[in-house]
């Protein structure tokens, strides 16, 4: 059955109106079945979960956030097992269809969300984003992405996952809706940077926006994808932008995703480790493995890895001073077909990671576009900017899109641009 | 918050496993929110009813033939509210996404089970149809659809609507399925037209197949959609087939569908009236004067109707003896876009009715299938057979679809096809 195809809501007669009007009224959104919402019990994917836990007394923060500033909630979309693979294909419940792709993945762990998007069912949704959940499935299903700077949105009413890198993250179906709706999760504050929030006109362009693309993010991607996104980011250029090629570590990112990998598992187990060995739940068998590595490690595998992640984040920090984004492709291609496993699905898992796991080790927010697309499925474009500058990333992304399509109009190429 | 657009499913974690091995072996199904499941409270698209009633303590009865040859409950899906419409626009719980066309409606009143196929969330999906609320939403969601002789398949366990017109049917994202699941729920068995079963190979096709094309059932459809649905049945003619115009009635159909209307109300009342008198549900505007008028019905009215129906039937059962199909538009043309309302609503209402009535009344087996489009949504074509010939008109309908597929391929015009 692990191949079984399903909807995007594990309750889709569950919805919440708004508490009061605001910038979202009359727009809806679905949320991943890891964020509290009163009287509903979070399952995280897992039927023994639900079993042991109980419903919510509150809403979480962000849930809040959005029912405070007029949006209504549409619903609770499926999740993977404790959020812990970037694939949506949940070993319980089935594999949320891919409206862009019916016979690809969807992505996860927030699947549901990104298909709740695609398919129109919401306008938006919130997911969580800890080694890419947020920015997979919205490159697979191709909608618009957003992982905030780790700590800028609060995470309060939501199942962890691994705290030093877990962020509430959103997908839209446009550009201008994702900036609308960070607007109001980040609520005008600093990221954990501890820097001030950017001013409301900080959105516009620098004079000279450096644009870095990494040679090792770039070599992630098959040759095909990146012709495709390499024509998207020409053809979305603002004014003054300048693109320069950039080697990001000499070790190569393997190295940074071993870092990554150990010190989520690590706080992974911390967080749930008590729970699984009382409960001993029925994981899927990835899912299984995943954790039984996760128990493994020691506090020495961690404090090395803490240790380089200092140095990745002081490497990132000095790259992106100033005015300056990284561009890379979101996932290295469009999404697979369903059913992949063993050995073919770590290779992939270990690239997806190499690009995911910049913006997860130095804190960053990263936006992912829906510009391009490979064997006829989405793939997504994605900038990365400094801690705290959520708000202007968001309102470049818009005005990159509105470029992207004016200039796709022109050319009388609209097809790859679907949204 | 009426055009809120959602999933197909109420329940998107509620799967059952299959009790046998059987010919539906690694197919999955989903059914509508009217069938008992064991566990599960039915909701029938409303509220009120979903907090008045109590978890079923077994299966429906064409739920448990599923299960029992190897078909995977995937989910239960979304309905009109008591099944009274045939839009998919509920007003508590919001309007299922068409996938083949999402501003468009589903059609209703088994909306989230022909969204369900069309999505490829289930390979199959039970629905009830009393008035075309499985017709309707397979035309407009551009899936198989069938709706059997009255009686053929039992109902027990499901939440009637108006006995009399009350059938279990079904949808399919191919004729061939559509066919195995008639296999299944038919269970080899005479409809209550009382002849015997026609034996396996009453498949084949008789040497002269009459066609009747009813010239009031082709006025109710708009010239591009008469155009494209005449196309598809040029297409689809088997060796043999001789297509002959024919006149149903001298009083025209608004006459039959008032009939329909007056018989399908007054046994709506008997069923439910003491309930919605007792508990005061909340219902959308259209369903709640639908309600009202049904209330206002006497005894009288319903014999005039019943009377009417006498000798619509034996028209029909004219008609239809030998080898002979009615072959008509589904519904009068492809959906119409989410939100209409007011006279335009009722408008095409009374036209979907004109069509979907004449197997209502006569008790017949009616098969729709995707074959055509306008304006770039699907629309179906029906055949309807005299009552028991559901297996043959399934066998012919799989027959005339692959006759369909194979034309389309030759003159490289693929795309009406997309199933």
Not at 38 to 61: I, K, Y
Not at 211 to 231: I, Q
Not at 242 to 265: I, Y
Not at 327 to 353: F, I, N, V
């Amino acid at each position: 059955m692990r191949e079984r195809a399903i909807g995007a809501y594990v309750d889709g007669r569950l919805t919440v109106e708004p508490a009061a009007k605001g910038k979202l009224s009359g727009l809806k959104f679905a949320v991943k079945d890891v964020f509290s919402v009163r009287g509903h019990t979070s399952g995280a994917g897992n039927p023994d979960w639900l079993r042991t836990h109980h419903p919510a007394p509150r809403h979480a923060e962000a849930v809040r956030r959005l029912l405070e500033n007029g949006a209504t909630l549409a619903g609770i979309t499926h999740t993977d097992e404790l959020m812990y693979s970037l694939n949506g294909e949940n070993d319980h419940y089935g594999t949320p269809v891919n409206p862009k792709a019916p016979d690809r993945i969807p992505g996860g762990s927030s699947s549901g969300s990104a298909v709740a998007v695609a398919e129109g069912s919401a306008d938006f949704a919130l997911g969580t984003d800890t080694g890419g959940s947020v920015r997979v499935p919205a490159s697979y299903c191709g909608v618009f992405g957003f992982r905030p700077t780790h700590g800028a949105v609060p995470a309060d009413g939501v199942i962890p996952l691994a705290e030093s890198f877990d962020t509430v993250g959103w997908m839209a179906r446009s550009a201008d809706l994702l900036r609308s709706v960070g607007e109001v999760l980040l609520g005008g504050k600093a990221g954990a940077g501890g820097e001030p929030a950017p001013a409301a006109d900080g959105a516009a362009v620098p004079a000279r926006l450096r644009v870095l693309l990494p040679k090792e993010s770039w070599a992630c991607a098959p040759e095909a994808s990146r012709e495709a996104l390499r024509a998207a980011l020409d053809a979305c250029r603002l004014e003054g932008m300048r693109l320069e090629p950039v080697t990001l570590t000499e070790s190569g990112l393997a190295d940074w995703v071993d870092a990554f990998r150990v010190l989520q598992g690590w706080e992974i187990w911390k967080n749930h480790g008590a729970w699984i060995s009382e409960v001993r739940p029925k994981f899927g068998p990835d899912i299984a493995a995943r954790f039984r590595w996760a128990a493994s490690l020691t506090d020495a595998d961690r404090a090395a890895a803490a240790r380089r992640r200092e140095e990745i984040r002081a490497k990132l920090d000095a790259l992106l001073a100033g005015d300056t984004l990284i561009a890379q492709p979101t996932t290295p291609s469009s999404a697979p077909l369903r059913g992949m496993a063993g050995e073919k699905l770590e290779a992939l898992r270990s690239r997806t990671l190499m690009l995911c796991c910049i913006a997860g080790l130095g804190g960053l927010p990263q936006v992912t576009l829906p510009l391009a697309e490979t064997g006829g499925a989405p793939v997504g474009l994605s900038f990365i900017a400094r801690r705290g500058m959520d708000l202007p990333l968001l309102a470049w992304a818009a005005e990159m899109t509105e470029r992207f399509r004016i200039r796709e109009e022109r050319a009388g190429d609209a097809h790859v641009f679907k949204i």
